[in-house]
Each structure stands twice: as C-alpha cells, then as structure tokens.
C-alpha cells in the first residue's frame, strides 16, 4: 500500500502552494463585521513588520482584497504567497503555522504502552495464573489412577473367639475401567465359622484380585472423563489468554490515541494564545499610529483571558487522558505510571492507504484467528465428553471378577482346606431399566451443544460485522482526514493574509479572531480524524486476531514516503 504521510505537519501546511492572486476576501457585511469605508480610514502609513518590497498602492489594494484596478505600466506584478508571508514577523508564523515534526527520542510509542500491557496488566496475569490451575486440576484427575498402598490390623483379643489379623497390599484402577489389587495377609486365633476365611496358614496368604467392565465402563469412564476434561480446560487458557489481550490491548491504544489527540489538542490552543499575546505589541504600535482604537487592545485582553480558560481546559482533558493511560502503563514493579509531557510524540504516525482493503478477505482471516472461536470450539469437546459418558451408561453393567489365593506355611487347621491354590472367577452384571441418569444426561448435553453451536453463530457474525465496521470507520476517517488537510491549508493561508490586512487597518479585531477560531476547529477536527483513523486501526487488527504488539511495532516502522512539505519561509 502506498504511503500517505498525515502527520502534525498537516496542521500547517501540506503541499507546497500554487502562486495565484489572492481571492478578494468575502463581503465583511455577510460576516458582521463592523465595515469601515475605506475614506475613513487613517492616513498615516503603518510601520513596516519587516523589510518588504515597495508596492505601489494599486498593487496593494490587490494584496488588501480591495476591487482590481488597471495596472499602469511598470508596475510590479502581484506577489507570490510566500512574499506576503515574508510580510510577517517570524514570530507569528510560527504561531501559525504548525513547525515541522522532529524526531523525539523520549517519545512515548504504542509499542511501548502494549509491551507495558503483555508484561504487568492484572487481569492478563490473572490469566496467565489459569495455567496453574489448570494444570493442577489435570494432576487431580490424574490421581484417580495413582496406586494407592492397602494395610490393615485388627485384633480381637476379649471374647470366646480370640483372633488376630493384619495385611498389606497395594491397588490402583486400570485405564480400561479395571481395578486390580495385590497383597499379603495373615490371620491367627479363633475364628468364627462364618468368618473362616479369615483365617490363613501360619505363613499368610497371598492374593491377586481383578475386576474388568466388559460393556460400560469399558470405553470410557468418570475417571477418563475428568482427565480429558482437563486437558481441554488446560487447552482453553490459550485463547481466553488471546482474548484478553486482545481486548486489553485495543483499549489501551484507545486511551493511547486519546492521550496523543489530547497532548495535539493543547498544542494548537497553545498557539491560538501565542496568536493573542504576540499581538499585544502589535496592536499597541497601530494604537500609537492612529490605526487602530483603544478598543482593539481591550477586546485582545479579552481574547486572551478566554484562550487562557481553553489551554486550561485542553490541559485538564490531557491529565485526564494520561491518569486513564497510567492504568495501562505501568512500571517494572507493575505499578500505574503517570506519562509526562515531554513523552508525548511530535505527530501521529503516517498513515497508511486503505480503500483497497478486501473485506472478505479480512472476515476470512478474522474468522480463522480469533479466539473465541476455539474457546468455543474446545466447550463443544468438554460437552462432547459428558456425551459420550452417558452413551456408555446407556449399556448395561456386565464386568468381569477374579480371585487368586495362596496360603503358605504350616497348616492351622484340622481340615486342611487352606493349602490348596484358590481361584475365584466369574461375571456380574447390573442394568438400570428406566435409564434416566443416561437419558437425562443425553438431553442437557444435546442442549448444550445446541447452545455452542449458537453462540459460535453469533460470535462469527460479530466478528464479521466488527471487521466491516473497523474497515468502514477506517476508510470515512482517511476520507476526513484528506478534506481537512486541504481545507486547512487554503484556511491557514488565508488567516496569514488577514494578519496582514488587519496590521495594515483594513480588517478589523473581531473579523481576525473568527478566521484564527476557525483554524483552530479546524485543526482540532483533523487532529481528531487523525486520532479516530488509528483508533479504528486498532479496532481493525483486535477485530481480525492480529497480534497486538506485532501491529505496534510495525506501525512505528512505516517508512515516511511522501513527507508533507513545509512551505519555504
């Protein structure tokens, strides 16, 4: 995209300027001004600014915006523009006209402000603190199959049946639904009929026990649930992270843009003052030529007092946007960090073209990267989980069960029937015939996922929507942005002509300040367009999952390929 450079250097002057007359200014009656016949007008010659050329009066009635009279010959042909500036003191060009941007090493980037953000933003942190927790959740499921160790004493030593057992194993569920548990045993003494299977040789007994679900339980079970869960809530921190950042990111150079707009703001009230007060002197020298009344000097005295209230007030709103930015910006102690005033940037960044801008193209890719689209996603894989859970428990309960024994040692019995290898093997099977626990679970799932598949709807039209928006804004702004540059200029020149007139009696005080107010609106407006331009920038790249920082940085390296230039002084 070619570059187009709208810097603060706009605010003067954008091109260099053709060298046509001057239009004759507009009728001072339609503007309600007081008019002065040109008759009554003192005759005594005001004192030069500076050193100019000698014009003859029917040239200057052409400069004054006076109706054109023939030229004799060997007059001086009509001035350039930047004659009649050289009619103006130095001082109050400048005052003008905005000066040329120049590099300010300690200026406060975007990139900066982001980079703030990503490091030491509670809620991002906050976030980033879900990793642990998710993490530790998936550890806890995990512990479903740890294996655990078994031990046992238990002694009855009052009674007519006086015994003594004690044991020792270990047992963990296996990935398949199975639980298998191994150990050693010993029981000595008197035991009652109905408990003889206490009772082991002198040795003990060793035993392997093993339970297998053969239809549910089998595929899949609670404990898988929970580790697959996990997993998915430890997946989701990612882009609830992205989120965030997102989010966080675009309001932060939304107050950025806010606070560079203001710091802009101040300037050109700034120079409205510089305007008034430079003109005390001025106004005081036409006084004394009998040029100008003493009214002239108390309605300046006014002028400034109000311009005074406006750079106060345009003082206020850029505190009020550095507090607001302070919550952003924040220290390596991750402290809010209150921006000063010699941080703030000489210009706007160039701008860069963007009519031709594919907005299918945009939706497409937006669509592809935004977060909340996998978070979605991954919910529908949590929902899927529990679906597949009650499936299974749609199955009957049919699980596999065995046994294996030995005692070892001398016998301690009369019968002998504790020195034979016992094995214990058969199936269990259990079926809930209503099925409701499963039916029901099928039916919340099956409306949960209906849910997600509504929400990811919507959040697809969003984004769609947010990125036409974001293109939209960007492309009005530009086309703002292009008028006021051209309308600033023509106004800028203009007002450097009615200094002249007004220093040489033919335009009045009150006439002056309206085109200086009109200059300053107008460039407020193009300070503001420029400031909603890259507010929709922004907007642009949080809208299609653009990373953040990676857009600030290289927004700051976008070469300046058609500087605005500044007209020769």
């Not at 002239?296 to 709103?317: H, P, S, Y």
């Not at 069960?401 to 019968?415: A, F, H, R």
Request: aromatic letters at 6%; charged letters at 25%.
């Amino acid at each position: 995209m070619c570059g187009i450079v709208l810097s603060n250097s706009a605010l003067g002057a954008w091109q260099q300027p053709p060298e046509p007359s001057v239009p004759p200014v507009q009728n001072q009656q339609e503007q309600g001004a007081v008019v002065v016949p040109a008759e009554q007008l003192p005759v005594a010659p005001a004192p030069p600014m500076t050193p100019s050329p000698k014009l003859q009066p029917q040239q200057e009635d052409r400069i004054l915006g006076q109706p054109r009279q023939l030229l004799e010959p060997g007059v001086l042909p009509d001035p350039t523009f930047e004659e009649l500036q050289s009619r103006l003191p130095e001082s109050l060009r400048e005052a003008i006209e905005e000066p040329s941007p120049e590099l300010n090493p300690t200026a406060l980037t975007l990139s900066d402000v982001i980079a703030s953000v990503y490091r030491a933003y509670p809620t991002i942190e906050a976030v980033r603190l879900q990793r642990q927790v998710a993490a530790g959740d998936l550890q806890t499921s995990w512990g479903e199959f740890d294996t655990k160790i078994l031990a046992e004493t238990i002694s009855e030593p009052t009674g007519f049946y006086e015994n003594y057992r004690n044991g020792i194993g270990v047992a963990r569920n296996t990935w398949w639904g199975g639980y298998l548990a191994t150990g050693y045993r010993i029981g000595r003494g008197d035991f009652q009929p109905w408990y003889k299977e206490r009772e082991t040789l002198d040795g003990g007994e060793f035993k392997l026990a093993y339970i297998q679900p053969l239809l549910q339980g089998r595929d899949i079970d609670p404990r898988r649930v929970a580790i697959f869960q996990n997993r998915i809530a430890q997946q989701s921190v990612e882009p609830q992270l992205q989120v965030e950042i997102l989010q966080t990111s675009f309001a932060a150079a939304s107050i950025y843009w806010d606070w560079l707009a203001a710091g802009r703001n101040l300037r050109v009230q700034q120079q409205l003052l510089a305007l008034a007060r430079q003109r005390v002197e001025q106004i005081r020298e036409l006084i004394k030529a009998q040029r100008r009344a003493k009214v002239d000097e108390l309605f300046n005295d006014v002028l400034i007092a109000q311009r005074v209230t406006k750079v106060i007030e345009a003082e206020q709103k850029l505190q009020q946007a550095t507090f607001k930015l302070a919550l952003y910006l924040r220290d390596e102690q991750g402290l809010p960090l209150v921006a000063d005033t010699a941080w703030l940037p000489s210009s706007f960044p160039p701008l860069s073209d963007t009519k031709d801008l594919n907005v299918q193209q945009q939706i497409d890719e937006a669509l592809d990267r935004r977060p909340e689209l996998v978070e979605l996603r991954l919910q529908s894989e949590h929902v899927q989980w529990d679906r597949r859970w009650a499936q299974n428990q749609t199955r009957g309960r049919l699980d596999f069960v065995s046994e294996l024994s030995q005692d070892v040692g001398p016998t301690t019995s009369k019968n002998l029937d504790k020195q034979q290898f016992e094995g214990e093997f058969g199936l269990t099977y259990e079926y809930p015939w209503q099925l409701r626990k499963a039916r029901g679970k099928l039916r919340s799932t099956a409306a949960k996922l209906q849910q997600i598949d509504q929400k990811s709807r919507l959040t697809m039209d969003k984004i769609s929507l947010e990125v036409q928006s974001a293109i939209v804004a960007l492309q009005r702004s530009q086309e703002v942005i292009e008028q006021l540059v051209k309308v600033v200029e023509t106004q800028t020149q203009v007002l450097e002509l009615q200094e002249i007139q007004f220093s040489t009696g033919r335009i009045d005080l009150i006439e002056l300040n309206l085109q200086e107010q009109l200059v300053t609106n107008l460039k407020m407006d193009l300070i503001n367009a420029q400031r909603d331009w890259f507010t929709a920038l922004s907007h642009l790249a949080t809208a299609t999952g653009l990373d953040p920082l990676e857009q600030a940085l290289r927004l700051e390296t976008i070469p300046d390929v058609n500087p605005a230039p500044t007209p020769e002084k």
